[in-house]
């Protein structure tokens, strides 16, 4: 089975709407779950559309400290993705402001044998060490159980980001040999499959990201002039052209 999670609030009821119809779109076969903030939810009409494009909506209450950061909110999203999952399943958790566009390289995972798939960079300070982008990332079930456990106990700073600290752990119990972090598209990896949609170019269209990219995040920053409503717009066009190449 594969689970997909997002965890929203308020301020992007409506990248969560988009977001969710990329995922049914790319794994129809998925069961996606939308876990929203008790303490700023979304409002009744985006709750509607969630559930309109087959998500399951839940509350949580742990506190996420701005943009998912500390030790709550770190065991909050991995004893939640954790929750339930068997060894062959795999877990996505994926931002709000990201766009699955293909969901080849998710149902791969148990065939790779892989613990985590994601999107990666080498650390600056350390070249041979790599560390995990935390728009979307992949685990296997059992990889999630394993880095919810070794988290329970685990000291974790105050602001500790959700994505690194559970990517971590997974590669710290799981063996950086079973995990693969893809190095996203730039001018010198131009195969290169996750990308940001650039808000500064003209020329960015749907059409050419939805057949270059299987992960696009629009959560990058944007020019004084482009409103926050338009990162649902480009996350709709994209599903569009997906679903009509």
């Known amino acids: ?6 965890f929203t609030y308020d301020g992007d009821a409506q990248e969560a709407v988009a977001c969710v119809r990329c995922a049914r779109t790319a794994l129809p076969e998925a069961v996606v779950t939308v876990v929203d903030d008790s303490a700023a939810p ?6 509607r559309a969630l559930v309109a494009y087959g998500a399951r909506y839940r509350r949580s209450s742990f506190p996420r400290c ?17 929750k339930g999952a068997e060894d062959g399943d795999t877990v996505v958790k994926i931002d709000s402001d990201t766009a699955l566009l293909s969901g080849g390289w998710v149902r791969d995972m148990q065939h790779n044998g892989l613990a985590l798939h994601a999107a990666g960079y080498r650390v600056p300070r ?20 394993m880095a919810a456990e070794a988290l329970r106990c685990a000291a974790i700073p105050p602001l500790a980001p959700e994505d690194l600290t559970i990517c971590r752990a997974v590669m710290d119990v799981c063996g950086r040999e079973r995990v693969r972090l893809d190095e996203p598209w730039t001018p010198r ?29 629009v959560g990058n920053p944007r ?12 996350m709709l066009a994209l599903c569009d052209a997906r679903l009509n190449p």
């Open 1 to 6: 089975m594969i689970r997909i999670y997002t």
């Open 42 to 47: 979304v409002p009744p009409e985006a709750r």
């Open 66 to 82: 701005g943009n998912l950061r500390g030790p709550e909110c770190v065991r909050g999203i991995i004893a939640t993705l954790a």
């Open 126 to 145: 350390n070249p041979s060490e790599r560390s995990a982008y935390g728009n979307c990332y992949a685990l296997s079930g059992r990889a999630a159980r």
């Open 189 to 217: 990896n131009r195969a290169g499959r996750w990308s940001w949609w650039n808000w500064d170019s003209r020329t960015a269209n749907p059409e050419d990201y939805a057949r270059s990219y299987d992960v696009v995040s």
């Open 223 to 234: 020019p004084p002039h482009v409103p926050k409503n338009a990162r649902r717009e480009v």
